[in-house]
């Protein structure tokens, strides 16, 4: 465990209220490298290799209070699969490949340019014939990727 980090993150607990143990920690810091968005059970498989006697239980708790504190947040499960969690909690979109599964970030040019555009209008009527406060707004691309033959080239 990265003695730096450790700290860092035990002050980033200590600012958001959370309890700060050494699986608790270990748990973020796995899921804070981890860009793959991880469900549960692999940040469980990562984090066992590295704490002796963490259990999925306690990886489940952790990530629901890492989500509660703001600290994480959780990507709805796709097509019946096991949801995602990702410690990037910045304003950003997400594609999901249907074919494999994997989540990924999609660059934050891109994401800016898409929320953006959200109408403020249309999302004001939503809270005013809703009743509904929107706090964030989370949009999720779904689709395939597409093998490296058929990308276009970006230069």
């Known amino acids: 465990m990265n003695k730096e980090l450790s700290s860092s993150v035990q002050d980033l607990f ?8 050494r699986q608790r920690v270990t748990i973020y810091e796995h899921l804070a490298a981890d860009k793959t968005h991880p ?6 498989r990562k984090v066992s290799q590295h704490v002796e006697g963490v259990s999925l239980a306690t ?3 952790t990530l629901e209070a890492l989500c509660q504190a703001g600290l994480a947040q959780r990507l709805p499960a796709g097509d019946g699969g096991s949801a995602h969690y990702d410690a990037n909690v910045e304003r950003h979109l997400h594609t999901r490949c249907t074919r494999t599964g994997e989540v ?3 660059p934050p040019e891109l994401s800016d340019a898409v929320l953006a555009r959200l109408p403020a209008d ?8 809703m009743g509904f406060n929107v706090r964030r707004v989370q949009i999720e ?3 395939e990727t597409k093998p490296p033959a058929t990308r276009p080239r970006t230069t």
């Open 14 to 21: 200590a600012d958001h209220g959370l309890r700060c143990t």
């Open 39 to 44: 469900t549960a059970d692999g940040l469980f």
């Open 59 to 61: 990886v489940y708790n």
């Open 104 to 106: 990924a970030d999609v």
């Open 122 to 129: 249309v999302l004001a009527r939503i809270e005013a014939e």
């Open 141 to 143: 691309l779904i689709g």
